[in-house]
């Protein structure tokens, strides 16, 4: 079934506004205002910012203050030093949301210098966005039914809501109303945009249960045309995906699953590996498809592992790394993973361990840990930094890779 939709009226119907709103960082309120000054405008000097909200003063040196280093709110955690170029360790950089009792962050990306990430378990979930660098949060959209996948083009901000079953899209700013762009009957997952399209995974049972419903669709812009008869498949579960120009790649989560390639133009579907302990999450380089196998329910004790794969199929699946490398871990648990250009490392989120990690993408050397602590999740890379999200605390943090 095909839906068109035009992105720019669409938007111009506004039922209710969530616009940029004023934010709680740790225990003071961060104003937009002083998210501009944070970069020396509202008459502050460059490398000083007004935190306080008192227009008379610009009373953070954002260079050396540890509680807001390069920008109100954004904290050196476990004592980092603060310095020109940032913390020297791990950065929050948002905190507490949707609400600091239940926040619940989930997946994330990053687009030109914002990170965007979905957040809630139930029908108070929330869209939120921050900048890179920290400062006011910007509320995109509330009340949401247990928002998941979430993915950024030039067009707006796209996501899925698990439990409602659709698909929906805002402007990036929030300051219009989210509309739906595909009601399904069956429960929505992963989300992948380019500037061309927005893809979504689409399972039509339980997790690891196939069923006529399940596919992967597409949505054309910037008409917001939405074909979900792009690919279907009743034979997997699927669950995250990721694009480049010319493929979607997706895992099903099953317990002997595949991770798979559909042409973009088409529709026709590969299969690259198959045989795979639960795969997860799922990212691409210029020349592999990487993935994470995280076993659950009563296969959670299973050898978990990162995965990589050539991207053409020419060679079979090989292992990055194995649960097995770190036997001193009780429970390793990978979760969302990413890669890029930039460096020669897989990065992933264990929330077993719990710890954020790297290797190289060939596998060899050891593997690395960022951070340990918290319950990381949604993990994203963008200039020379790692992002990710913390599930239970609700926050976003960041390092240098």
Not at 186 to 198: K, P
Not at 282 to 307: C, F, K, Q
Not at 309 to 324: F, L, M, N, Q, R
């Amino acid at each position: 079934m095909r839906q068109a939709f035009g992105i720019g009226s669409m938007l111009c119907v506004a039922i209710m506004t969530a616009a940029a709103c004023t934010s709680v960082l740790g225990d003071f309120t961060v104003s937009e205002a002083s998210a501009s000054s944070a970069s020396g405008g509202d008459g502050c000097a460059a490398g000083t910012a007004d935190c306080d909200g008192n227009p008379d003063d610009c009373e953070v040196n954002l260079l050396d203050d540890p509680q807001n280093c390069g920008a109100c709110g954004a904290v050196c955690l476990d004592g980092g030093r603060c310095s020109a170029t940032g913390c020297s360790g791990v950065t929050e950089i948002a905190r507490g949301f949707p609400t600091i009792e239940a926040p619940n962050a989930n997946l994330l990306t990053v687009y030109q210098g914002e990170v965007y990430w979905t957040a809630g378990e139930g029908t108070d979930g929330s869209v939120q966005k921050v900048s890179v660098l920290g400062g006011a949060v910007t509320t995109l959209a509330v009340g949401q039914n247990a928002p998941y996948g979430i993915a950024v083009n030039q067009h707006g901000v796209f996501w899925s809501n698990l439990n409602d079953k659709d698909v929906l899209t805002v402007d990036r700013n929030g300051a219009r109303a989210p509309e739906v762009l595909f009601d399904s009957d069956f429960a929505t997952l992963g989300v992948a945009a380019d500037e061309e399209a927005v893809f979504w995974a689409q399972r039509a049972a339980g997790i690891g249960t196939p069923g006529e419903g399940s596919l992967i669709g597409k949505i054309t812009m910037p008409d917001a045309e939405v074909d979900d008869e792009f690919h279907e498949d009743n034979n997997v579960s699927p669950h995250l995906i990721a694009i480049d120009r010319e493929h979607v790649y997706w895992v099903d989560r099953s317990l002997r699953g595949s991770v798979n390639r559909t042409q973009r133009a088409t529709g026709d579907t590969q299969r690259l590996a198959r045989e795979q302990l639960f795969p997860y999450a799922i990212a691409v380089d210029d020349d592999h498809v990487y993935w994470t196998n995280s076993p659950r329910g009563d296969h959670a004790g299973e050898l978990s592992a990162v995965m990589r794969a050539p991207k053409d199929g020419s060679e079979d699946a090989a292992a990055v790394w194995t649960a097995i490398e770190d036997d001193d871990v009780a429970h390793a648990s990978p979760d969302c993973i990413a890669v890029d250009g930039f460096d020669e490392f897989v990065y992933w989120t264990d929330q077993g361990s719990p710890r954020v990690m790297r290797k190289r993408k060939d596998g060899t050397g050891r593997a690395r840990p960022l951070y340990e602590g918290g319950t990381p999740r949604g993990i994203a890379l963008a200039g020379g930094f790692v992002f990710w999200a913390d599930e239970n605390s609700g926050t976003i943090r960041k390092r240098a890779r």
